[in-house]
């Protein structure tokens, strides 16, 4: 079984920094492209930001400049680097594959507040 496990959410200042782990277990990411999405209360599921393989990037608009996403093969992880954190970026935090597989975790909370 596929297991996708996010950490590194929190409560933050706005303005402050994150960085969330994704750490992937039974199979290897390595080829393939990896997203994170998030969800806040009342909205749906978005993509926020995506890898492929080789490292080509792709954001949202609403985190473009702010959001660094990247990934490590060697340690089977992916990485997202957040950074000038708003408010309305507080929301639950998943990785998974893109296209998404029908596996998701439990997510991680980031909380902007001030």
């Known amino acids: 079984q596929v297991q996708l496990v996010e950490s590194g959410g929190g409560l933050v200042q706005p303005g402050g920094s994150l960085r969330l782990s994704c750490a992937a277990s039974?199979?290897?990411?390595?080829?393939?492209?990896m997203g994170w999405y998030r969800q806040a209360p009342g909205k749906e599921r978005e993509l926020v930001a995506s890898?492929?393989?080789?490292?080509?990037?792709n954001y949202a608009d609403s985190v473009k400049g702010r959001f660094t996403i990247s990934r490590d093969n060697a340690k089977n992880t992916v990485y997202l680097q957040m950074n000038s954190l708003k408010p309305e970026d507080t929301a639950v935090y998943y990785c998974?594959?893109?296209?998404?597989?029908?596996?998701w975790g439990q997510g991680t909370q980031v909380t902007v507040s001030s």
């Open positions: 890898v492929r393989s080789a490292g080509t990037t």
């Open positions: 039974v199979i290897s990411i390595s080829l393939s492209r």
């Open positions: 998974n594959f893109f296209p998404a597989s029908s596996y």
